[in-house]
């Protein structure tokens, strides 16, 4: 029989193509220079395992073992190894149950019994879900919430730390040995399985190494496409030798160190199988017994990660074994360097070094070296593979349940993004430098980790080394260098700094150096290099002396009442500073009274509450003389008896005639007008969720809320209503569908009583997105009730201490008149809308604008005689400044409440010249703390200018090192993190202080929240010795100028200050020599002529050298969000747009 005709040559690359590197100069594309494999077409219904068994009919099965237990030498033939799979498919579909779709958790060390797991799931369109055995049980549990598992295979020790809820089959059990036993009578049952190549063949976690793991799916498509690829390599390989007149190399024996549950390892058993070839399993990495194995089976082919192959080079055990069988390794999992490379070669001169580069994003290979030629490009890791296109785009300009992360990573055109910082030489092969996110950032330079570890590996003095960030408060951020000395070696750290520094440019040396016993590393052999920092850290903790325990007479500890006596551990908490602060524990405690709150386990909504509270306001809520609620625009007001009369009846309505019910979500999308305190408050009362939402957004936004909070009906204004999502049913606030909703109350008595937890969601309000997309905070009703309570307490403190002066001689003051409050923020945000509920809890009167305008502003001051104004700093600098303000009659105003952002103390100094009579009582919280968690009362208070005031009532802080992650004292700045009383979580509400979670987000809700029920601000802040919090900046805004941190919000306040600028605003410009340059936009006063000079030289006189202003822009209007933020991306793109016309 005549040989098959060779396969035509690969059609010339089209038009455009670079023919070497595969480069498309008018796309800026790189594509596959590599011939397309065949692939089945794609409507065939077929599984990954049906192609791979597909594939083995053109291969001879003789004797030759498709797996062999590394340890014990037990082999299963390739006959035996097919029976058991249709035998175990049978089992799982018949006796299980088993269908297309579901997912079937399999955790178990490398052992024979996986192989012909995963394959039997697989070929009945089952998803196999693959997870590392030496996991922890909240993994697991993070793992299963993801994937959603039917069933769970394991390992008998692993089973006990699986999710109780998960059904769970102990391979080796008499349970699982009956699901894998013959029996013809099932033996067709799965046969007529009809799988799409497009459904779930498995569900594999993504390294855990930077951040949570990530449940990436993978299609039978995928698989199919991964052996194809191989199957053509063979095939190409088979005819170069029959050219060469050379037998072709025997099917490979393949030894695997890599654990099954790894893409790496996954993808090798299913080559191995589909081509033919014996697998050798190892149950776990061990350097020794991999020789071993080697010489024992004559492994040809070993697939391994860098370390192996250092090992490989350095150690002696590797020269005195017979490894000669050894044709083979393929390198992944992490960059191998060039100087490694080449010292293997040299070692080992007739092994082939096959370097390949994936994700398991990506299913296996995106590129790889095929052949002697390719093996031999040292520090690559080969071309790219068939089929595929890459980019590689300047950094700087499908994952299972978390659809945030998949957003993140796959762009609307369908691109990847690996997060790996890359190169293509001309002759198309790629080069790895580093994870993008773990680059040093060293005086604004980026140094990769990597590049120092392959030089340091390459030293015959060291046998392992790993390069990690250390903190510094000058540079930023130093290479730090961890070793393992070889046996016998006695380097110092200065020879190691050194060698480095004579191959490196001098801002890439190693400036730290530690010695270890070994580098920590995950199963795939990548570096651990947050146990390394986290070391690195303990390492300067330990030199320091331990915190000394405060002191405090017994006198003074009796005079202290019980909220404040001592912080989590025993500490002390220091009431003779007035800061709160308990050097034992490094926690700020809030030494305020705090107000009672009602039994946590009491069914209460925040409505009831708020209304329970209005039977001891003043007098005049019961007469009705007093309105609950006052148009601005229009001066119509409802009194306190129609207000809580209509939330009745629109309750009824939504009940009875809309179907609401308890944790249903209500989408509402309205600006600031009567109708809406009604609707929250009538929502709320039935337990429905309440989701506010901006009516400025776009169309894209609403889709994204409407994804996250999944709403059953929203509210929305007329003007709003053709921007939402088609698919959500919608009330228009004002139509005749709204009108009948709120007088159909009549048969709200007769429903059944509502019954809803404080615990219960209240709310979701979304998080600025002025630093990102929004994320939606779930509030509950326990939260805005202890809200509530602080606010009493701190009004109700503020009272008695005037009584006490009074009593003491002083004059008394004058009895404040009735609060009436000007809402001009939004009552989507959450400032609005907890200061709503509480004013409404109060009995006071609230005036809404719908929108914000500082002339109209004034004119509600002056007509509605308002004594508190809830504003956003902008507004404050706009009244300090403005003529129609001081035309105005504003004698009413008693106090201006600010919050949104920082107020500087330049700002409130000149608000305080102008209005000396009106109190400025700052206050700072976010949307995930539900209001206040610092906040002034009294004058005394309000005088600390600067300031946002001393802990609410309950809240604890810490100020806490972001280099270190050190708990800093009074004085010292640092990130804020926040919480309740000690003992209690976040999740578990913190007795009602703050949020549940991000919903939908549960990666953000871990990396907002500490295991122990932190929450961190993101805000470098500062306490001083009296207690008082200073906001200095958002950590993510600080300027990097030359390695220094400069906060925008310092040079704001200071430009702020200047007579002649209206407003002003402080972004980051890039720049080649300092990194980043603090960039000033500027509004002008009416009339003013400064210059760019005199705004640098402005600010030059108050600041350090590296804090100056080194670029301005002159502007008409700051954008600001609707609370008064400012749009600092915004500005940004219109910095740099301005930069690209020049």
């Keep these: 029989m005549a040989d098959p005709a060779p396969p035509p040559p690969p059609p010339p690359p089209p038009a455009g193509i670079d023919a070497r590197s595969g480069f498309c100069a008018a796309t800026r594309i790189f594509h596959s220079t590599r011939a397309p494999g065949d692939l089945p077409p794609e409507s065939l219904p077929m599984t990954a395992a049906a192609y791979a068994f597909s594939l083995l009919s053109s291969s001879t099965l003789p004797g030759r073992p498709a797996l062999v237990d590394a340890a014990t030498g037990i082999a299963?033939?390739?006959?035996?190894?097919?029976?058991?799979?249709?035998?175990?498919?049978?089992?799982?579909?018949?006796?299980?149950?088993?269908?297309?779709?579901?997912?079937?958790?399999?955790?178990?060390?490398?052992?024979?019994?996986?192989?012909?797991?995963?394959?039997?799931?697989?070929?009945?369109?089952?998803?196999?879900?693959?997870?590392?055995?030496?996991?922890?049980?909240?993994?697991?549990?993070?793992?299963?919430?993801?994937?959603?598992?039917?069933?769970?295979?394991?390992?008998?020790?692993?089973?006990?730390?699986?999710?109780?809820?998960?059904?769970?089959?102990?391979?080796?059990?008499?349970?699982?040995?009956?699901?894998?036993?013959?029996?013809?009578?099932?033996?067709?049952?799965?046969?007529?399985?009809?799988?799409?190549?497009?459904?779930?063949?498995?569900?594999?976690?993504?390294?855990?190494?930077?951040?949570?793991?990530?449940?990436?799916?993978?299609?039978?498509?995928?698989?199919?496409?991964?052996?194809?690829?191989?199957?053509?390599?063979?095939?190409?390989?088979?005819?170069?030798?029959?050219?060469?007149?050379?037998?072709?190399?025997?099917p490979a024996v393949t030894l695997l160190p890599i654990p099954l549950f790894h893409v790496f390892g996954f993808m090798m058993v299913l080559r191995s199988v589909s081509m033919g070839e014996t697998s050798v399993l190892m149950e776990r990495f061990d350097f020794i017994a991999a020789l071993r194995a080697i010489e024992r089976y004559r492994v040809t082919l070993l697939p391994a990660a860098p370390p192996v192959l250092v090992a490989m080079v350095k150690y002696e055990e590797a020269r005195r074994r017979d490894l000669s069988s050894?044709?083979?390794?393929?390198?992944?999992?992490?960059?191998?360097?060039?100087?490694?490379?080449?010292?293997?070669?040299?070692?080992?001169?007739?092994?082939?070094?096959?370097?390949?580069?994936?994700?398991?994003?990506?299913s296996g290979a995106v590129a790889a070296t095929v052949g002697p030629e390719e093996s031999k490009a040292y520090g690559s890791v080969g071309k790219l593979g068939s089929h595929l296109q890459a980019k590689i785009v300047d950094p700087s300009t499908g994952y299972v349940g978390d659809d945030e992360a998949t957003a993140a990573t796959v762009d609307s055109e369908g691109w990847l993004k690996t997060g790996d910082l890359c190169y293509f030489n001309e002759d198309g092969f790629l080069y790895i430098v580093d994870r993008l996110k773990e680059l040093i950032k060293y005086k604004g330079y980026q140094v990769?980790?990597?590049?120092?570890?392959?030089?340091?590996?390459?030293?015959?003095?060291?046998?392992?080394?790993?390069?990690?960030?250390?903190?510094?408060?000058?540079?930023?951020?130093?290479?730090?260098?961890?070793?393992?000395?070889?046996?016998?070696?006695?380097?110092?750290?200065?020879?190691?700094?050194?060698?480095?520094?004579?191959?490196?440019?001098?801002?890439?040396?190693v400036r730290r150096v530690a010695f270890v016993t070994a580098i920590p590393k995950s199963p795939a052999g990548k570096i651990l290099r947050r146990e390394l920092v986290q070391q690195a850290l303990s390492m300067v903790s330990k030199r320091s002396p331990p915190p000394q325990r405060a002191h405090i007479p017994m006198a003074e500890q009796r005079r202290r009442p019980p909220y404040a006596s001592s912080g989590a551990g025993g500490g002390s908490v220091d009431r003779r500073s007035r800061s709160g602060f308990c050097a034992a524990t490094r926690t700020f405690h809030s030494l305020r009274s705090a107000g009672p709150l009602p039994p946590e386990e009491l069914p209460l909504t925040v409505a009831a509450y708020a209304f329970s509270l209005l039977s001891s306001a003043p007098p005049l809520v019961v007469a009705g003389r007093g309105p609950a609620l006052v148009d601005a625009a229009t001066g119509i007001a409802?009194?306190?008896?129609?207000?809580?009369?209509?939330?009745?009846?629109?309750?009824?309505?939504?009940?009875?005639?809309?179907?609401?019910?308890?944790?249903?979500?209500?989408?509402?999308?309205?600006?600031?007008?009567?109708?809406?305190?009604?609707?929250?408050?009538?929502?709320?009362?039935?337990?429905?969720?309440?989701?506010?939402?901006?009516?400025?957004?776009?169309?894209?936004?609403?889709?994204?809320?409407?994804?996250?909070?999944?709403?059953?009906?929203?509210?929305?204004?007329?003007?709003?209503?053709?921007?939402?999502?088609?698919?959500?049913?919608?009330?228009?606030?004002?139509?005749?569908?709204?009108?009948?909703?709120?007088?159909?109350?009549?048969?709200?008595?007769?429903?059944?009583?509502?019954?809803?937890?404080?615990?219960?969601?209240?709310?979701?309000?979304?998080?600025?997105?002025?630093?990102?997309?929004?994320?939606?905070?779930?509030?509950?009703?326990?939260?805005?009730?202890?809200?509530?309570?602080?606010?009493?307490?701190?009004?109700?403190?503020?009272?008695?201490?005037?009584?006490?002066?009074?009593?003491?001689?002083?004059?008394?003051?004058?009895?404040?008149?009735?609060?009436?409050?000007?809402?001009p923020l939004p009552l989507f945000h959450v400032m609005g809308f907890g200061l709503l509920t509480r004013t409404i809890s109060s009995g006071e009167t609230a005036v809404v604008m719908r929108r914000f305008d500082l002339a109209a502003a004034a004119r509600a001051v002056e007509r509605y005689r308002v004594t508190k104004l809830s504003a956003a700093p902008p507004l404050v600098v706009a009244l300090a400044k403005s003529d129609e303000a001081r035309r105005r009659d504003l004698s009413s105003l008693v106090a201006i409440v600010v919050g949104g952002a920082p107020l500087g103390r330049e700002v409130s100094q000149r608000f305080a010249a102008v209005f000396p009579s009106v109190q400025i009582v700052q206050s700072y919280g976010l949307t995930e703390s539900t209001g206040p968690v610092a906040t002034m009362a009294g004058p005394e208070e309000s005088a600390a200018y600067g300031s946002v005031g001393r802990l609410a009532p309950r809240v604890q802080a810490k100020i806490v090192d972001t280099a270190t992650g050190e708990a800093l004292g009074p004085g010292r700045r640092g990130e804020l993190w926040i919480r309740g009383p000690v003992g209690l979580c976040f999740t578990l509400s913190y007795m009602g202080m703050f949020f549940l979670g991000y919903v939908g987000d549960p990666e953000a809700t871990a990396a907002t929240i500490t295991p122990d029920g932190w929450l961190k601000t993101g805000d470098l802040c500062y306490f001083n010795e009296d207690g008082y919090l200073y906001i200095v900046d958002r950590l993510k805004e600080l300027i990097k100028y030359k390695g220094y941190?400069?906060?925008?919000?310092?040079?704001?306040?200071?430009?702020?200050?200047?007579?002649?600028?209206?407003?002003?605003?402080?972004?980051?410009?890039?720049?080649?020599?300092?990194?980043?340059?603090?960039?000033a936009f500027v509004v002008r006063q009416p009339g003013a002529n400064l210059t760019e000079q005199q705004v640098m030289n402005c600010v030059a006189k108050h600041v350090a050298p590296y804090k100056?202003?080194?670029?301005?822009?002159?502007?008409?209007?700051?954008?600001?969000?609707?609370?008064?933020?400012?749009?600092?991306?915004?500005?940004?793109?219109?910095?740099?747009a301005s930069s690209s016309r020049l």
């Design 76 to 250: 299963v033939s390739y006959p035996s190894f097919l029976a058991a799979v249709r035998s175990l498919a049978g089992g799982l579909w018949c006796s299980l149950g088993l269908r297309p779709g579901d997912v079937a958790l399999v955790v178990a060390p490398s052992r024979l019994e996986v192989p012909v797991l995963d394959f039997a799931l697989m070929s009945i369109g089952a998803v196999v879900s693959p997870a590392n055995p030496a996991s922890t049980p909240e993994e697991y549990a993070h793992q299963v919430a993801l994937s959603r598992p039917v069933v769970a295979f394991a390992a008998p020790e692993v089973a006990a730390k699986l999710p109780g809820h998960v059904r769970c089959v102990v391979i080796g059990s008499d349970e699982y040995g009956r699901l894998a036993a013959p029996d013809g009578r099932r033996a067709a049952a799965p046969a007529a399985v009809a799988v799409k190549q497009s459904d779930t063949a498995a569900v594999l976690y993504s390294s855990g190494t930077t951040g949570r793991v990530k449940a990436v799916a993978i299609t039978h498509r995928n698989l199919i496409a991964l052996m194809s690829l191989h199957a053509d390599n063979r095939e190409k390989v088979a005819r170069e030798a029959a050219e060469a007149g050379e037998e072709p190399p025997p």
């Design 326 to 362: 050894l044709l083979v390794i393929g390198i992944g999992g992490a960059p191998l360097g060039r100087e490694v490379a080449e010292q293997f070669a040299s070692v080992f001169p007739n092994v082939e070094l096959v370097q390949g580069y994936g994700l398991t994003e990506s």
């Design 448 to 509: 990769p980790p990597a590049e120092l570890e392959h030089i340091l590996q390459s030293h015959p003095g060291i046998a392992d080394a790993a390069v990690i960030p250390y903190p510094d408060e000058e540079a930023g951020e130093l290479p730090m260098a961890f070793i393992v000395r070889q046996p016998g070696s006695n380097i110092t750290k200065e020879q190691v700094m050194d060698y480095v520094a004579k191959q490196v440019a001098p801002y890439k040396k």
């Design 638 to 823: 409802v009194s306190y008896p129609a207000f809580v009369a209509g939330v009745r009846s629109l309750a009824g309505g939504l009940w009875c005639s809309l179907g609401l019910r308890p944790g249903d979500v209500a989408l509402v999308v309205s600006p600031s007008r009567l109708d809406v305190p009604v609707l929250h408050f009538a929502l709320m009362s039935i337990g429905v969720v309440v989701s506010p939402a901006n009516p400025a957004s776009t169309a894209d936004e609403y889709a994204h809320q409407v994804r996250l909070s999944r709403p059953a009906v929203a509210f929305v204004a007329p003007e709003v209503a053709a921007r939402l999502p088609r698919h959500v049913s919608r009330v228009v606030i004002g139509s005749e569908v709204f009108d009948r909703l709120a007088s159909a109350g009549g048969g709200w008595a007769a429903s059944p009583a509502v019954a809803v937890k404080q615990s219960s969601t209240a709310a979701l309000l979304y998080s600025s997105g002025t630093t990102g997309r929004v994320k939606a905070v779930a509030i509950t009703h326990r939260n805005l009730i202890a809200q509530i309570s602080a606010y009493n307490a701190i009004r109700e403190a503020a009272a008695r201490e005037a009584a006490s002066d009074a009593g003491k001689g002083k004059p008394p003051p004058p009895s404040p008149p009735a609060a009436v409050t000007l809402f």
């Design 1045 to 1079: 941190q400069v906060p925008p919000a310092e040079l704001e306040h200071i430009l702020q200050s200047r007579p002649e600028i209206a407003d002003a605003a402080v972004v980051p410009y890039p720049d080649e020599e300092a990194g980043q340059l603090p960039m």
């Design 1108 to 1136: 100056k202003v080194r670029r301005v822009a002159f502007v008409n209007a700051i954008p600001k969000s609707p609370a008064g933020k400012i749009l600092r991306r915004e500005l940004v793109q219109q910095a740099m």
